[in-house]
């Protein structure tokens, strides 16, 4: 007997390896990697293309600022809803999977590999508020789980899934020998919501020119494309510009479509800097003098006396 599963990819190694346990156990599978504004999928294309399965490739932008608008189990320590994010992840892959027929929906989870997000517990909490009972397979820490539909109905050979817990990597490592596996990221990383500083300007446009268009509720995309780019400021008006710090964010700004776009005067190299949105008129003139404060050759110290701004 055999079943067909989607295995949620992230690039990482428990991930790749979770492909290849599942394989030995007698599934089909095929990868689901998600993209957003804050983290990308390249990891897990080109893990899906060096493990040779099928990946579906899922927006998520909508789902994550759903989140980030209202997460039902809070924050962690920066702008990341991380048990919503993951189950919503899990329900997303559940929708594909009835969509296409197919059996389970797996993750590269380890039990106690991390003591909050992957304990047996939260565990749990993720399978219950992904509404995948049942359906949803961990196949690295299986067999100290219970049994799920696929393996109660022998499609799944319980035998050949794992029992790996705990923060230790030494079986992950000689599973990796065995499969060949030689190419995977660290395992922390990737997501920009966990970076502290990313979070901060995130929550600034939040709670100033907001991540929808107030009339028709879409989302500001460029506004979140733009949030890796330049140092940002808040104007004392409510504008935020954004400088350039180098040739290539100046160019990308200078291709965008803003309020106000702005160069250092006399032609001195030196940043560009956007407006996306003008609030008052009065900031034009500062973001000018801002500008002026980062041409080149000025110090921290010359940089310092410039005082109506607020670096974000
Ligand atoms: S680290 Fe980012 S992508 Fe991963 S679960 Fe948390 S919020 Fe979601």
Redesign the pocket.
Do not use: G, Y
């Given at each position: 007997m055999s079943c067909k599963g989607l295995s949620l990819m992230s690039g990482g190694l428990d991930s790749q390896l979770a492909v290849r346990v599942l394989e030995r156990a007698g599934a089909e599978v095929e990868g689901v990697c998600f993209e957003t504004p804050?983290?990308s999928s390249a990891n897990a294309r080109k893990a899906a293309a060096a493990l040779g399965v099928k990946l579906h490739v899922l927006d998520f932008t909508e789902d994550e600022v759903g989140l980030l608008e209202n997460p039902p189990h809070g924050f962690g320590g920066a702008m990341?809803?991380?048990i919503d994010?993951?189950a919503t992840m899990i329900r997303r892959a559940g929708e594909l999977m009835a969509s296409l027929g197919y059996d389970f929906v797996a993750t590269g989870e380890v039990q106690g590999q991390r003591p909050m997000s992957q304990n047996k517990q939260s565990l749990c909490t993720v399978e219950k508020s992904s509404g995948l009972k049942g359906r949803l397979v961990r196949p690295m820490s299986a067999k100290l789980l219970e049994p799920t539909i696929p393996e109660i109905e022998g499609k799944l050979d319980r035998e050949k899934l794992l029992d790996i817990s705990g923060r230790s990597r030494d079986r992950q490592i000689a599973l990796a020998k065995e499969f060949g596996i030689t190419d995977y990221p660290s395992p922390a990383g990737g997501?920009k919501?966990?970076e502290e500083a990313y979070g901060r300007k995130l929550k600034d446009l939040m709670e100033h020119e907001g991540l929808r268009d107030k009339a028709t509720g879409a989302l500001n995309r460029t506004l979140l494309d733009l949030l890796v780019v330049g140092r940002r400021f808040r104007l004392p008006g409510g504008s935020s510009v954004i400088l350039g710090r180098d040739a290539n964010e100046n160019a990308r700004l200078e291709k965008g479509v803003f309020a106000a776009i702005l160069k250092p005067t006399n032609g001195i190299p030196g940043p560009t800097a956007a407006i996306p949105v003008l609030v008052s008129e009065s900031d034009i003139p500062l973001a000018q003098s801002l500008v002026n404060a980062y041409v080149r050759g000025t110090t921290p110290a010359d940089r310092a006396s410039f005082k109506p701004y607020q670096l974000i």
């Open positions: 804050f983290f990341n809803p991380c994010c993951h997501c919501l966990t």
